[in-house]
């Protein structure tokens, strides 16, 4: 059964069509990578479903409710999560309190200061922090983590919404392979256990090859091809469209799973 059901999903600037009838689906449990070359309409994609950018064709269905039309706030409260950086001014906060902002928020408490919304939040954090192994850290300031653990606290705050879907955009962009692979491998172990779904763009093709369990090409705009990992990487008109375009994708080529 599935959670998102995107149908015919379209988006033009001027005269460019960025996102041509575009159509997926996503269950729970599953991880479904959005791949393509620069340029191929994955960042309005994830867009049009978030609530950022107004979709001109087209539907997005989460468990049957339409997403396409409603205010991101509202797609959020439906249970649509995101991934998103801790912004620098939050860096002197510790780990513990990003966590703690990020379920306040979810509480519609936000700067609540009333006792039993503080205690639950300070325990819910904690807890969160132990689910993706950054319990002993909690008191240190997000500034001063090495920058693997700081994606971590990140995945725990967009985990504290309680999501049934996920947006990842780009989750391991600068981070070093063997970091890449933790928090992707975490990822996995939290969104099977919770069964949340995850919609993930990246450009990094070992890290898609080794945890995506379905992927989706885009191209021009177009929705090229989808399938397992492998099917897709057999896909001759995947090759087609990534020959010469990025060397990640041919040197890890058969780097993955
Ligand atoms: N606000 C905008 N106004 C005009 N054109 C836009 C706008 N946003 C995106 N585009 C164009 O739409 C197309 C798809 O862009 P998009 O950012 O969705 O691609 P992408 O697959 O996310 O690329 P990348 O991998 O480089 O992030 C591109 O040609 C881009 O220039």
Redesign the pocket.
């Known amino acids: 059964m599935s959670l998102l059901v995107v149908r015919d999903l379209g988006k033009s ?1 001027g005269g ?1 069509t ?1 996102v041509d009838e575009v159509s997926f689906s996503i269950r729970p449990g599953e991880l479904l990578a959005l791949i ?1 070359p ?7 994609t994830f867009n049009m479903i978030n609530g950022q950018l107004r979709a001109d064709r087209g539907s997005a269905q989460l468990s049957g409710h339409e997403l396409l039309g409603l205010a991101p706030r509202d797609i959020w409260r439906l249970g649509v999560g995101r991934t998103f950086q801790i912004a620098e001014t939050f860096g002197s906060f510790t780990a513990l309190e990003n966590v703690q902002m990020a379920l306040l928020s979810h509480q519609r408490r936000l700067f609540s200061f009333l006792k039993p919304a503080r205690a639950f939040a300070q325990a819910r954090a904690q807890e969160l922090l132990e689910q993706v192994g950054m319990a002993q850290q909690g008191e240190r300031a997000c500034s001063e983590l090495a920058y693997g653990d700081v994606k971590r606290v990140e995945l725990a705050m967009a985990l504290a919404n309680e999501p049934k879907l996920l947006l990842m955009d780009e989750p391991t962009a600068g981070m070093a392979p063997e970091e890449r692979h933790a928090l992707m491998a975490l990822t996995k172990r939290l969104v099977l256990e919770q069964n949340i779904a995850v919609l993930f763009t990246e450009h990094s093709m070992d890290v898609v090859f080794a945890f995506a369990d379905r992927v989706i090409v ?1 191209a021009r705009g177009r929705l090229i091809a989808q399938g397992t990992p492998a099917e897709v990487r057999a896909n001759r008109q995947v090759q087609e469209v990534y020959f010469g375009t990025g060397a990640t994708f041919h040197a890890d080529w058969g780097g993955g799973q």
Do not use: E, M, V, Y
């Not at 620069?38 to 309005?44: C, H, L, W, Y």
């Open positions: 600037f460019l960025a393509g620069n340029g191929a309409g994955k960042t309005t885009l």
